[in-house]
């Protein structure tokens, strides 16, 4: 039984850069979240996929923000035109039955912007 | 909304002392409650979970109870070792819509000789 698992586990980008994210979490998990962690603070809720479906948005999501799942399995944090304020660790996690509220964490990406 | 508020670190004991890691929370309904444990350099774990009221969550040595009438999680252990030296998080889930965690904003533990 594998984890959720992320990559890259590190990036560091310059200001103004693209970057992209991806999680692939438990194969039979069909709901998967992204959270952003700062240092000191404890993880903070992005978004939310049941399958490809994106059902929610925390407004911490800015346009700059996009992710996907294309076809209900791996999913991908994309954040355009990078600032020094979107340092931070970002961490993915998938649940699986409708009625199990246990969500299992990968080990997240740690994204630097200098 | 919904929020968490834990007390702050960083907190140092000394081995085998006892821990306790006030944890209050605003909710409503009825949310699931959660503790993760961070270890340096590694991802988030699940701890311990309670679901509903009086419920009691434990795991390795840890326990908490859920204390609807005082919003309360608090953790506890009677005996710490050096290995439990961690970031240690509280949080909830609504257990409707989303089920989107909320966390507290963590609580530094150290664990000395």
């Known amino acids: 039984d594998t984890g959720v698992s992320q990559d890259p586990r590190h990036k560091i980008t310059k200001r103004g850069q693209n970057v992209t994210f991806r999680c692939d979490p438990i194969?039979?998990?069909?709901?998967l979240y992204w959270y952003r962690q700062t240092l000191g603070q404890g993880p903070e809720f992005l978004t939310y996929?049941?399958?490809?479906?994106?059902?929610?948005k925390s407004r911490l999501l800015s346009d700059r923000f996009s992710a996907e799942r294309p076809k209900g399995s791996f999913s991908t944090l994309e954040i355009q035109r990078t600032e020094q304020g979107d340092s931070a660790m970002y961490l993915c996690a998938s649940r699986g039955l409708a009625g199990d509220d246990e969500q299992y964490f990968g080990p997240g990406t740690r994204l630097t912007v200098t | 909304g919904n929020s968490v508020t834990q007390m702050e670190g960083p907190v140092t004991l000394s081995e085998e002392a006892f821990l306790t890691i006030n944890c209050t929370y605003t909710a409503t309904g009825y949310p699931s409650l959660f503790w993760y444990v961070q270890y340096p350099g590694e991802g988030l774990q699940l701890l311990l979970k309670?679901?509903?009221?009086?419920d009691k969550g434990s795991n390795k040595g840890f326990e908490a109870t859920y204390r609807k009438e005082t919003t309360s999680f608090h953790l506890e252990k009677g005996s710490v070792q050096v290995s439990d030296s961690a970031v240690y998080f509280c949080a909830l889930t609504p257990r409707a819509g989303s089920y989107q965690l909320t966390f507290g904003k963590g609580t530094k533990l150290s664990v000395i000789p």
């Open positions: 309670a679901t509903k009221a009086d």
């Open positions: 996929f049941q399958n490809e479906a994106q059902l929610e």
């Open positions: 194969s039979e998990h069909n709901r």
